[in-house]
């Protein structure tokens, strides 16, 4: 009896850490998905839409994510708060929620480059 419960216990360990890493690989994908939207939107806006007028909102956030620093704020930061929520807490309620918390803002992110006050062409 005490090898079944050992086994179970394993497998039972076994798909918590396939779910966390699942969970990991999405993240990074949402992250890197909208540092990907969020740089495209600050480098190659569709008319009538065109480069960032200096001193406007846009322009500041536009300013941290082309100086190449956008791919820390947006993908490695939520990836580390995921990670180490992972690694402190058992619980599966507290990691989604760290997860959905993480993704929110990432999109934001990219929404907030997207949305920003923007300069109209003439």
Do not use: K, Q
């Not at 994908?29 to 909102?57: E, F, K, Q, Y």
């Not at 956030?61 to 930061?77: E, F, K, Q």
């Not at 990836?79 to 918390?101: E, K």
């Amino acid at each position: 009896m005490a090898g079944a419960n050992t086994m179970r216990e394993a497998r039972a360990a076994t798909h918590t850490a396939a779910a966390g890493l699942a969970a990991f690989i999405a993240l990074a994908a949402v992250s890197l998905l909208s540092a990907a939207s969020a740089h495209s939107s600050c480098t190659n806006a569709p008319p009538p839409v065109m480069r960032p007028v200096a001193g406007t909102p846009r322009a500041d956030l536009c300013g941290v994510i082309d100086s190449g620093r956008y791919l820390l704020l947006p993908v490695i930061a939520p990836l580390v708060v995921f990670g180490v929520t992972l690694l402190v807490t058992r619980s599966r309620r507290v990691a989604m929620l760290a997860w959905a918390l993480c993704a929110g803002v990432s999109v934001a992110i990219a929404l907030a480059a997207g949305t920003l006050e923007h300069a109209v062409t003439v």
